[in-house]
T-cell receptor, first 110, second 115 residues
Framework: GEDVEQSLFLSVREGDSSVINCTYT??????LYWYKQEPGAGLQLLTY?????DMKQDQRLTVLLNKKDKHLSLRIADTQTGDSAIYFC??????????FGQGTRLTINP | KAGVTQTPRYLIKTRGQQVTLSCSPI?????VSWYQQTPGQGLQFLFE???????NKGNFPGRFSGRQFSNSRSEMNVSTLELGDSALYLC??????????????FGPGTRLTVL
């Protein structure tokens, strides 16, 4: 089955850019999602990218996809304290049965 | 439009008991999926329901079951609870009008503690 790997922790200074990386194994993944989870809350969809795209930008968020290396990244520009959360990547063949990484806990330092 | 709602938000049970969790999807969404989140195993897919039928199933024992009603609301049941069933149970809904690609929206979850 699909295996998804993420670094567990990332710490950045407020105002810097954050880059969260994800690698996956299933080359047939057609949609790759990024979700955000704040403490005590469910998952909030941030953005997603189709597998035929290399990059997608949405305000402060930039998603890069290297399909050959099965590597996905999420860049958050001008990171703010409100961005503190756990970020999950979830590749899948559509939204039917998402496979999640372990999540990256993003901590913002003042 | 109201989001996905889950009840109850918190639950404490003892080993051997059973529990039923409820999920109301976003209006107009016909698919409901359930996930279990634990610190050790992360987020794992339990099952998906569409039009009152289970459409996909994850790798969980038969103690975990679910159903969906004609109004798309879904319930999940866990029988003979074990300590390892302590987790955050998340429900997600999507429109699912014949497309596999529409987005899943998650509820806040039900935190189950088994003592």
């Amino acid at each position: 089955g699909e295996d998804v790997e993420q670094s567990l922790f990332l710490s950045v200074r407020e105002g810097d850019s954050s880059v969260i990386n994800c690698t996956y194994t299933d080359s047939s993944s057609t949609y790759l999602y990024w979700y955000k989870q704040e403490p005590g809350a469910g998952l909030q969809l941030l953005t997603y990218i189709f597998s035929n795209m290399d990059m997608k930008q949405d305000q402060r968020l930039t998603v890069l996809l290297n399909k050959k290396d099965k590597h996905l990244s999420l860049r958050i520009a001008d990171t703010q304290t409100g961005d503190s959360a756990i970020y999950f990547c979830a590749p899948g063949q559509g939204a039917q049965k998402l496979v999640f990484g372990q999540g990256t806990r993003l901590t913002i330092n003042p | 439009k109201a989001g996905v709602t889950q009840t109850p938000r918190y639950l404490i049970k003892t080993r051997g008991q059973q529990v039923t969790l409820s999920c109301s999807p976003i209006s107009g969404h016909r698919s409901v999926s359930w996930y279990q989140q634990t610190p050790g195993q992360g987020l794992q897919f339990l099952f998906e329901y569409f039009s009152e039928t289970q459409r996909n199933k994850g790798n969980f024992p038969g103690r975990f079951s679910g159903r969906q009603f004609s109004n798309s609301r879904s319930e999940m049941n866990v029988s003979t609870l074990e300590l390892g069933d302590s987790a955050l149970y998340l429900c997600a809904s999507r429109r699912s009008e014949g497309r596999s690609t529409d987005t899943q929206y998650f509820g806040p979850g039900t935190r189950l503690t088994v003592l």
